[in-house]
């Protein structure tokens, strides 16, 4: 959560509250450019891949934070998992 407030208000320049109830298009206004700086930011910042499939079933920011929370523990799983 505190990532995804951090590059709404520093890389997106929204000024609201970012609360986890709240929707990434409707709340937070964002168009596909937003949807995509904050994919990418948030990508680059946790070292996970997000995809468009991903994508289909995130409508919160609450949803955007598990996904990323699944795709950070998939990924730290599979760096144990490697001989």
Do not use: K
């Not at 206004?29 to 070292?47: I, K």
């Amino acid at each position: 959560m505190t990532e995804i407030r951090r590059i709404a208000r520093e890389e997106l320049e929204f000024e609201g509250v970012v609360e986890p109830s709240h929707d990434l298009l409707r709340d937070l206004q964002l168009d596909s450019l937003g949807l995509t700086v904050l994919a990418v930011g948030l990508e680059n910042r946790f070292r996970v891949m997000l995809s468009e499939e991903d994508a289909q079933g995130v409508r919160t920011v609450e949803d955007l934070s598990r996904l990323v929370a699944m795709r950070v523990a998939e990924a730290h799983s599979e760096v144990g998992a490697q001989p």
